[in-house]
């Protein structure tokens, strides 16, 4: 059951840095915005998260290990690698895309930017506690909501 729930993770973390042809931040829209009125709000930030850690959490132990995130990186590398092959990713440059700070969302999602304690591995309650601080990067025009107006080019 897990492995299918990774595989489906894979698909539905998507990477809100592929910048699709004229439509740059529509692949994070298409996969965050659950209510799917344009726009991710925090609350959608919060629970996607939630379901994220839970599916790669693979021994249920409330922790993701160094062993889960080599297979989180994995799936997020397939999703790039996915999304390169079907031509979605053309003309992304490292930065472009992102919220506020180098790394944006890519950045979120990391072992180093989720283990605050820096004990190598990362509980339920530190990746969620990111959540906040990955949703204000995210957030560039500082609205309140993540949009496609956060992906433009005048908000870096």
């Not at 991710?40 to 919060?46: D, F, H, P």
């Not at 990186?73 to 999304?83: I, L």
């Amino acid at each position: 059951m897990k492995h299918i729930l990774l595989l489906t993770a894979a698909i539905a973390l998507g990477t809100a840095a592929v910048a699709q042809q004229g439509n740059p931040g529509g692949h994070f829209l298409e996969k965050w915005d659950s209510d799917n009125d344009g726009q991710v709000t925090l609350a959608e930030i919060t629970e996607r998260r939630g379901d994220i850690f839970t599916t790669f959490d693979e021994d249920d132990d409330g922790f993701l290990s160094t062993s889960d995130y080599v297979m989180f990186d994995e799936a997020r590398a397939n999703d790039h690698a996915s999304m390169k092959a079907a031509g979605q990713g053309q003309g992304q440059g490292k930065g472009q895309g992102r919220g506020k700070g180098q790394g944006g969302e890519e950045q979120a999602m990391t072992l180093e930017f989720n283990d605050v304690d820096n004990d190598g591995q990362v509980s339920r309650d530190e990746f969620m506690a990111r959540s906040v601080d990955w949703y204000t990067q995210m957030d560039r025009n500082g609205d309140g909501t993540v949009t496609k107006a956060d992906f433009s080019r005048g908000n870096n």
